[in-house]
């Protein structure tokens, strides 16, 4: 994303005297030798076709002992190539295993340590399990020899640590300046970790800091005047942009972004995604009107999201985790996509809020406070939730749990130590899943209710898989569930289950596919007989309903379905009648800094309609470029007037109504830019 790890590794080749050593009378007859093959696999490794250098290190595995060093060598110089061709889970494994193979104490084999620890934080940060990236990265550190290895190793740890562990990235920036005053860096390597400081500073409030960091990340990649402009010059001047905004200075921060080139497209547009939606608020995230981030990422050829990244989150780091998980979700028509040149396609930014349209509440916390009522009925009481730092409360949470464990290893309390820790963020994925296992066990054994169970054993099995973000391997992963006795006689269980399928797929089929299966999925909580009409869940599950309904232009289902759930359908989009406008402001709502600087964009627009035709509570969701025209976007409906709508109190007259407005200049100004 912002960074590839990997190639910034030391450029030598290991050694391979005594290294490789033949399966002999088993190995099939070969007309090369085992170096001879391993040769030529390193040598595709730098080429295009992975699928070549895949099939080269496959043939290379097939002539080396099970067990051995040399399969432990092969398997983790395969792993880097299965990762390349979206292969995560298979990466993954390959790099555990060749690991598990390399001898410790063998210093000739830190290289293809550091490598299998690179590529395990690579497809952690890849998919956006930060806690992973941090505990992989970590051990890459530790076990480099190279000071470019080291420095490599640090580069990407401290991507992830801003947004889990704040102190422990300085810490990280601290170690790499002392690294760095003993080599000459190239410029553009100086400027990444300037970049990484930059990052660091405004998501910790340093915002004077961070400027200056960001101004000497531009510096060290040539000045704003530079002839040639890359994307990590774009994104250099893009933090420089933010750092500017969020100290008051809005026209130097204008000028930053003028010189990313976004929203300065001489031909077409960059316009927004078919499947573009922001968050909901609530949720298990937690997420709340106030936060706001601004996540980059990358589009594909054919239209969907390859890489998200969070950038800066006034929320918290779990916060831009959350936004940049949105992200993952969105795509354009490929047709689209590829008229748009390849530099705008790339490290793309966008300022983002959650949408209160249909505010929902957290499938976890339910489960949660089923499992903590039924730990307080057996007389066990669970720690409160920290509330500082997660990192700094990491150490007492392993405490606790190694206490508990020596204790009564299979006991309720043990049980709860886990529960305490698998909740902090800071935990790795690949742990997480362990300690959900051996949770789920400990339930099972001591008859916990179903609902209880479910706190480990969804996110245990969630967790168990990398790729995740795959078309459709969420669905099938949790799908079994609903199926298992356990779960399908409850229907608190079940219910929590078809919930959580449709919450957390992430699918990249078409828009009519994904909508058709989640709303069969979640008529099946809706219509339990088994659940009060009341029920959280059930209500849930129509309120889903129905913002998928609103989503596919099927108002009077969207008001039926929310009327049946109890609460009161104000939202504007699934009205009778949404108030309709009587006034709105004319050109003078195209803010003159964009102008004068040659921007176009657009922004999403969320606000309620009071009785009085008033618009009140408007915020900007979506904005491109970030912060450019999200002030323009909201004062526009400020200026805007509704018709009067009757309520008995006098109240609101429609909430949460969402505008796209895009901005764009006349051909002439286009031409000049």
């Known amino acids: 994303m912002r960074i590839k790890t990997i190639a910034l590794l030391g450029a030598g080749v290991l050694a391979m005297a005594g290294g490789l050593v033949p399966v002999g009378a088993q190995t099939p007859p070969s007309t090369t030798t085992i170096q001879q093959d391993f040769d030529a696999a390193t040598a595709l490794d730098a080429k295009p076709d992975r699928a070549a250098s895949l099939a080269a290190w496959e043939k290379l595995e097939a002539r080396t002992k099970p067990g051995s060093r040399s399969r432990g060598i092969v398997l983790v110089r395969k792993a880097p190539t299965l990762f390349a061709l979206n292969r995560a ?41 930060y806690a992973g990236a941090v505990t992989a ?39 790499s300046d002392a690294l760095v005053g003993t080599v000459k860096l190239e410029k553009s390597v100086a400027a990444r970790f300037a970049r990484e400081r930059t990052l660091l500073k405004l998501n910790t409030g340093d915002i004077a800091g961070a400027r200056a960091s960001a101004l000497q990340a531009i510096r060290l990649l040539g000045g704003l005047e530079t002839d040639k402009v890359d994307i990590m010059d774009a994104s250099a001047r893009s933090d420089a942009a933010i750092a500017y905004l969020l100290s008051g200075n809005a026209d130097e921060a204008r000028r930053y972004m003028a010189y990313t080139g976004a929203g300065r497209m001489v031909k077409g547009s960059f316009d927004p995604a ?10 298990d995230a937690g997420l709340k009107p106030q936060d706001v981030a601004v996540v980059e990422f990358n589009i594909a050829s054919d239209g969907t999201i390859d890489q998200a990244a969070p950038i800066y989150a006034a929320g918290g780091g779990q916060v831009a985790l ?20 390849a530099f705008y396609r790339y490290h793309v930014r966008v300022e983002m809020r959650c949408s209160t349209a249909f505010e929902r509440p957290s499938i976890d916390d339910g489960l949660d406070d089923v499992l903590e009522q039924w730990l307080s009925s057996k007389g066990v009481t669970v720690a409160p939730a920290p509330t500082g730092s997660q990192a700094a409360a990491l150490a007492g949470q392993r405490a606790e749990l190694a206490s508990a464990t020596a204790q009564s290893p299979n006991g309720l309390r043990t049980l709860a130590a886990i529960y305490r820790l698998t909740n902090n963020p800071t935990v790795a994925r690949e742990e997480r899943a362990a300690l959900a296992a051996r949770a789920l066990a400990i339930a099972v054994a001591n008859d916990a209710p179903p609902s209880a169970r479910l706190t480990f054993d969804l996110p245990g099995r969630v967790d168990a ?32 289950i078809r919930l959580m399928m449709v919450d957390g797929a992430v699918a990249r089929t078409r828009k009519s596919e994904k909508n058709d299966t989640a709303i069969v999925t979640l008529r099946q909580v809706a219509d339990d007989k088994a ?51 009587v006034s709105q402001p004319g050109s003078e709502a195209f803010p003159m800094e964009a102008m004068r600087w040659g921007f176009e964009g657009w922004t999403q627009v969320q606000f309620d309609i009071g009785a009085d035709g008033n618009v009140i509570n408007q915020r900007a969701l979506l904005s491109y470029p970030p912060f450019i025209f999200s002030e323009a976007g909201t004062k526009f409906f400020t200026k805007a007037k509704y018709a009067k709508t009757y309520r008995p109190d006098g109240g609101l007259g429609c909430g949460a109504t969402t505008t796209r407005i895009k901005f764009m200049l006349p051909d002439s100004a286009r031409r000049g830019s």
Do not use: H
């Open 89 to 129: 889970d298979e990466s993954v494994k390959a790099a555990r295993a060749g690991l598990a193979l390399l001898p410790a104490d063998d210093a000739s084999l830190a290289e293809d340590r550091t490598r299998a620890f690179l590529i395990l934080g690579q497809v952690a940060t890849d998919t956006l399990d």
């Open 137 to 175: 990265l970590q051990q890459a550190e530790a076990s480099a020899i190279s000071t470019a290895d080291k420095l490599g190793a640090m580069l990407s740890l401290v991507t992830a640590q801003i947004f889990i562990d704040p102190t422990a990235a300085a810490a990280t920036l601290a170690r």
């Open 274 to 283: 078919a499947e573009m939606r922001s968050p909901d608020c609530g949720g």
């Open 322 to 341: 959350e936004f940049a998980r949105a992200v993952k979700g969105w795509s354009w028509p490929a047709e689209k996509v590829q008229a748009i040149p």
């Open 465 to 496: 898989v990398t790729d995740i973000w795959r078309p459709g391997v969420f669905e099938r992963t949790l799908t079994p569930m609903v199926s298992e006795p356990v779960y399908a006689n409850d229907p608190q269980a079940r219910a929590a």
């Open 531 to 581: 659940l009060k009409p009341n029920d959280p869940l059930r209500v849930g599950a129509l309120i889903r309903i129905a913002s998928i309904e609103e989503r596919n232009g099927e108002i009077d289902a969207a008001r039926a379905t929310f009327a049946s759930s109890g609460l009161t359908a104000n939202q504007c989009a699934i009205m009778d009648a949404p108030p309709k406008m």
